[in-house]
Nanobody, 123 residues
Framework: QLQLVESGGGLVQPGGSLRLSCAAS????????IGWFRQAPGKEREGVSC????????FYGDSVKGRFTISKDNDKNTVYLQMNSLKPEDTAVYYC????????????????WGQGTQVTVSS
């Protein structure tokens, strides 16, 4: 069963931090790398980050490199996105998603995603 359940998000001031969590079913993590994309009103979907339970590969979008860190807990089938030094332009709905195949090196297709969580960065 393909399943992704997100938690976290909220309102934070510029420069602040938030952590998102995504719980995946065992089937999902065994067959797909797990990541996050975000979508802001009027903007295109943007791949943020990815991590693979299979080969350990990771990916970060250029706009978040050095500020966001993705990690995983193998026992809990959970992926975390630690977001630091947040900027107003990070404001978007963040979706936990299957990246494409088992590795983050594969082309992202975002086939399956969760319900989304709002992240708002504002003073």
């Amino acid at each position: 069963q393909l399943q992704l359940v997100e938690s976290g998000g909220g309102l934070v001031q510029p420069g602040g931090s938030l952590r998102l969590s995504c719980a995946a079913s065992t089937f999902t993590r065994d067959y797909y790398a797990i990541g996050w994309f975000r979508q802001a009103p009027g903007k295109e979907r943007e791949g943020v980050s990815c991590i693979s339970f299979s080969d350990g590969s990771t990916f970060y979008g250029d706009s978040v490199k050095g500020r966001f860190t993705i990690s995983k807990d193998n026992d809990k089938n959970t992926v975390y996105l630690q977001m630091n030094s947040l900027k107003p332009e990070d404001t978007a709905v963040y979706y936990c998603t299957t990246w494409g195949g088992r590795s983050c090196r594969e082309y992202p297709t975002f086939d399956i995603w969760g319900q989304g969580t709002q992240v708002t960065v504002s003073s």
